[in-house]
């Protein structure tokens, strides 16, 4: 899987937790929550999204690098050994 597949799990997953979101005009290094108007929980549904649907395991002292979209887009890169850097 390449970070732009990574991307559009992100964009699928946090278009069902945060619909009016536009994800196109997300900056790569802003934080989610504040970007998206997304709260904690909300986050943690992303989060949880990611897991079940890529199948990796994020633990929870792990949660704070997935805080941006480029973050998060690295770390599971980095879980599922996708190369590159894309966002």
Same mark, same amino acid.
């Given at each position: 899987?390449? *970070?732009?597949?990574?991307?559009?799990?992100?964009?699928d997953e946090l278009?069902?937790?945060?619909?009016?979101?536009?994800?196109?005009?997300?900056?790569? @290094? &802003?934080?989610?929550?504040?970007?998206?108007?997304?709260?904690s929980m909300d986050?943690?549904?992303?989060? $949880?999204?990611?897991?079940?649907?890529?199948?990796?395991?994020? *633990?929870?002292?792990? @949660? *704070?690098?997935?805080? $941006?979209?480029?973050?998060?887009?690295?770390?599971? &890169?980095?879980?599922?050994?996708?190369?590159?850097?894309?966002?």
């Open positions: 899987m390449t *970070p732009t597949d990574i991307r559009a799990v992100i964009k278009a069902r937790i945060a619909p009016e979101v536009e994800f196109e005009f997300l900056e790569p @290094t &802003a934080d989610l929550r504040d970007a998206a108007d997304i709260d986050f943690l549904n992303l989060v $949880t999204a990611l897991h079940v649907r890529l199948g990796v395991d994020i *633990p929870e002292a792990d @949660t *704070p690098r997935l805080v $941006t979209l480029q973050g998060a887009v690295d770390y599971l &890169a980095g879980k599922l050994g996708a190369g590159g850097r894309a966002v």
